[in-house]
């Protein structure tokens, strides 16, 4: 039963333009969630969190949204740039217990 | 500062047969955590070493696996006898302290079971 779903697995986007990734989950423990990016033949990198007793945290070019009524969150990339391209993974955390749970990923493609 | 190293980067091995991945954490990192991608679905949990002491190994798919961290330096992850079902890329990932704000991950094992 996976408790964070990733429903695209792909999305192209316009260079320049607005990219956003979706992330939907089940669990309604989880309290801290983490958006992690995958460039081929890497590990997984850090990109940005957000707290369930938040419902935005922004950095740089990036800005994740949480709705907790809906369990939803959302990445947002303004704008997209090439170097953009990879997997984008959604992760959950629940207590701040080590495991992470993640969803499938979505592979975004900034066409130029 | 040298990053989390995984050996061998591609393993492609024969049903039946038994295979040891090795990771190397960041050093001075307590914590390692040890994560399977089957093809094109999410990334799983499948242990997490405090030191030479495995804190949570609830993730880990059957007695076919086993994972040691002597010492509390390097880890291994060893699958005997390995299945088809095993493929995928193996991630290893370590951090400092508490919780899961620190995390670095190493660039993965793919395994290739036929």
């Known amino acids: 039963d996976q408790q964070v779903k990733q429903n695209s697995p792909s999305l192209s986007v316009q260079e320049g333009r607005i990219s956003i990734l979706n992330c939907d989950y089940t669990n309604s423990m989880f309290d801290y969630f983490l958006w992690y990016k995958k460039y081929p033949a890497e590990g997984p990198t850090f990109l940005i969190s957000?707290?369930?007793i938040k419902d935005k945290n922004e950095d740089g070019r990036f800005t994740v949204f949480l709705n907790k009524s809906a369990k939803h969150l959302s990445l947002h990339i303004v704008p997209s740039q090439p170097g953009d391209s990879a997997v984008y993974f959604c992760a959950a955390n629940r207590d701040s217990n080590y495991q992470l749970i993640w969803g499938a990923g979505t592979k975004l493609i900034i066409k130029p | 500062e040298a990053g989390v190293t995984q050996f061998p980067s591609h393993s492609v091995i024969e049903k039946g047969q038994t295979v040891t991945l090795r990771c190397d954490p960041i050093s001075g990192h307590d914590n390692l955590y040890w994560y399977r991608r089957v093809m094109g679905k999410e990334i799983k949990f499948l242990l997490h070493?405090?030191?030479?002491?495995?804190?949570?190994e609830s993730g880990m798919p059957n007695n076919r696996f086993l994972a040691e961290r002597t010492g509390g330096t390097y880890s291994t992850l060893k699958v005997q006898p390995a299945e088809l079902e095993d493929s995928g890329v193996y991630f290893c990932a370590s951090s400092q302290g508490a919780g899961i704000h620190g995390y670095t991950f190493g660039s993965g094992t793919r395994l290739t079971v036929v």
């Open positions: 957000i707290s369930s």
């Open positions: 070493f405090v030191k030479e002491s495995k804190q949570d």
